[in-house]
């Protein structure tokens, strides 16, 4: 779904902003010697949509994880949801000790992001991906495997105990 709505802003934007140097990047890729304003030109252009991309994509995950749908707790991008995973607010994460499932935790205060902190986990986590894109595979290594977008915006990514509670009302049936 994302993926449709930065293409289409794609191109909008070659329209809207009139990037011909874009149009003729064939010509670009021919030209055995680019000179300085044409490079200029080309960057100054995906630079932009890659402005335009990261802030839709912003918005996109704010309006998804502030909160849940239908009254359940967390929030969920459609492509987590398809995982079966929800973000929820996190000061502090125990361990509970159930020997059929040791990865279980206590989640507190396991609520709804809410709009100031789900544009935060945004917004950090895209200028990580941005910028230090080489360096974010080290940020899973962090307990319980969250990242340091998760630790700043006191968020953690769970498993929806909505859909597991349903899949094991299905098992039983």
Not at 79 to 85: E, Q
Not at 126 to 145: E, G, K, Q, S
Request: charged share 20%.
């Amino acid at each position: 779904m994302l993926f449709l709505v930065k293409f289409s802003i794609t191109f909008i934007g070659i329209d809207v902003f009139d990037f011909r140097d874009i149009d003729n990047l064939d010509l670009v890729m021919a030209s055995v010697r680019i000179d300085y304003k044409m490079a200029l030109q080309l960057a100054y252009g995906m630079v932009v949509l890659e402005i335009i991309h990261r802030i839709t994509v912003c918005i996109f995950e704010t309006y998804w994880l502030q909160h849940g749908i239908n009254g359940r707790i967390g929030g969920a991008t459609p492509g987590k949801s398809m995982m079966g995973l929800i973000v929820v607010q996190c000061r502090s994460v125990t361990p509970v000790d159930r020997p059929d499932d040791p990865d279980v935790v206590l989640v507190l205060p396991g609520r709804d992001l809410g709009l100031p902190l789900a544009l935060g986990r945004s917004v950090v986590k895209n200028m990580i991906l941005a910028f230090l894109f080489p360096i974010c595979f080290a940020l899973f290594f962090f307990r319980f495997n969250r990242t340091v977008y998760d630790l700043l915006c006191n968020s953690i990514v769970v498993e929806d105990p909505y859909r597991n509670l349903n899949n094991n009302r299905l098992h039983q049936q």
